[in-house]
T-cell receptor
Framework: AQSVTQPDIHITVSEGASLELRCNYS??????LFWYVQSPGQGLQLLLK??????LVQGIKGFEAEFKRSQSSFNLRKPSVHWSDAAEYFC??????????????FGAGTRLAVHP | EAGVTQFPSHSVIEKGQTVTLRCDPI?????LYWYRRVMGKEIKFLLH????????ESGMPNNRFLAERTGGTYSTLKVQPAELEDSGVYFC????????????????FGPGTRLLVL
């Protein structure tokens, strides 16, 4: 079955520290992978996505993610966290169908708190 | 360009009542999706429209939920009658056809409607 696991429900880091949010997926074919962020009162915003090619993907706001097929992982990283990064982060895999459309399967989310 | 908008932002109703949620996608987006997040769990797919046609409604919980997209523009999701377990956040997303390979289009999400059934 297709699924996404985000093992960390809550993470707290100090401002300026590095960050890694874990994501593991289960999908039978080559996955399309996404990271979204939701800030309070806002909709989900796409940080980055991976379809093929270079396994290290750069996104907005200084985030990057690395696709590791052998580990079925797509972890999100940022070298130095800012207080404004406090939000909830969602990893998702796109389940594709013969009609070509994309149904997103989400993980449970990781809530990030940033200490000053 | 306006993003995906949803109305209302919050709704509190009693069990047995009816609620209608509305989603206005980004102009020109043919694909419209509804998702739901219940009790802090995963965000789960409900259904997908292409223009006014339902392509996949496999995620709809039961026949108390009815989604429509008249004229291929805005969409409504009606819950009738509402039950306690329907409480959660309902997200709408839209995407544009023909961007990249099939399945690669970005889904743009609205802020969600927070529904509480008492």
């Amino acid at each position: 079955a297709q699924s996404v696991t985000q093992p960390d429900i809550h993470i707290t880091v100090s401002e300026g520290a590095s960050l890694e949010l874990r994501c593991n997926y289960s999908y039978g074919a080559t996955p399309y992978l996404f990271w979204y962020v939701q800030s309070p009162g806002q909709g989900l915003q796409l940080l980055l996505k991976y379809f093929s090619g270079d396994t290290l993907v750069q996104g907005i706001k200084g985030f990057e993610a690395e696709f590791k097929r052998s580990q079925s992982s797509f972890n999100l990283r940022k070298p130095s966290v800012h207080w404004s990064d406090a939000a909830e982060y969602f990893c998702a895999v796109g389940a594709r169908f013969s009609g070509g459309y994309n149904k997103l399967i989400f993980g449970a989310g990781t809530r990030l708190a940033v200490h000053p | 360009e306006a993003g995906v908008t949803q109305f209302p932002s919050h709704s509190v109703i009693e069990k047995g009542q009816t609620v209608t949620l509305r989603c206005d996608p980004i102009s020109g987006h043919d694909n419209l999706y509804w998702y739901r997040r219940v009790m802090g769990k995963e965000i789960k797919f409900l259904l997908h429209f292409v223009k006014e046609s339902k392509q996949d409604e496999s995620g709809m919980p039961n026949n108390r939920f009815l989604a429509e997209r008249t004229g291929g523009t805005y969409s409504t999701l009606k819950v009738q009658p509402a039950e306690l377990e329907d409480s959660g956040v309902y997200f709408c997303a839209s995407s544009q056809d023909g961007v990249g390979r099939a399945g690669q289009e970005t889904q743009y999400f609205g802020p969600g409607t927070r529904l509480l059934v008492l």
